[in-house]
């Protein structure tokens, strides 16, 4: 590590307080003075150690993404059952980890994705990697779907990742408005009607 640079769980820990106020605030209710207090840092060391509020905010997303797809992955591993019920399971565990009262109801990711789509070039950037990075992992999962024979063929596994991430943020976007978890609930299980083979729909 270079001499001067901040040690590692100390920028590891700025990030997380980062991603609370974020979740909780937004990117432009929360205000630098906010995040300095939060993390008990003057402004010259905050400055030293991610350059700005923006640069602070794109490292706070690029983190948070690594820590919740880690989880996720871990979480999947336990699970007994098919790859499509595994996702439908975690999708649902999604939901319940949604806080309707003690923080802005749904993830960093889809709050920003909403408040900064006039943002710099680099931030719009920054969110257009990380949906993509998702995307790129739904596919995945709906590929080994598709080989075991739980979700239908007919369609490409990207336009099934895209329809599920699609579908995701407009019931983020009802729930957010409605004060509840149900257009999640009501998503996923018209997610699963679309996904579910022709010929299983039909049963």
């Not at 996720?72 to 565990?93: P, T, V, Y």
């Not at 990075?133 to 590929?143: F, L, P, S």
């Amino acid at each position: 590590m270079s001499r001067g640079r901040p040690p590692t769980h100390s920028r590891e820990s700025l990030l997380e307080i980062g991603n609370s106020l974020f979740q909780l605030h937004g990117y432009h209710g929360t205000s630098l003075s906010m995040i300095l207090e939060a993390c008990s840092v003057s402004r010259g060391s905050f400055y030293n150690y991610f350059g700005g509020k923006e640069s602070y905010a794109i490292e706070v997303i690029e983190h948070y993404q690594v820590l919740e797809m880690d989880c996720w992955q871990e979480e999947f591993d336990q699970l007994e059952g098919s790859h499509a019920d595994k996702m439908k399971i975690m999708m649902h565990r999604l939901i319940e980890e949604f806080s309707l009262t003690n923080e802005r109801i749904g993830g960093l990711l889809a709050n920003l994705s909403g408040e900064m789509a006039l943002a710099s070039d680099s931030f719009r950037t920054a969110i257009r990697n990380a949906i993509s990075r998702v995307i790129c992992a739904i596919t995945d999962d709906i590929v080994i779907c598709q080989q075991e024979g739980t979700v239908r063929t007919d369609l490409p596994a990207k336009e099934l990742a895209q329809l599920i991430w699609d579908y995701w943020q407009g019931a983020v976007l009802r729930m957010k408005t409605e004060n509840s978890r149900e257009p999640l609930y009501q998503a996923v299980e018209m997610l699963w009607q679309h996904l579910l083979p022709p010929n299983k729909n039909q049963l």
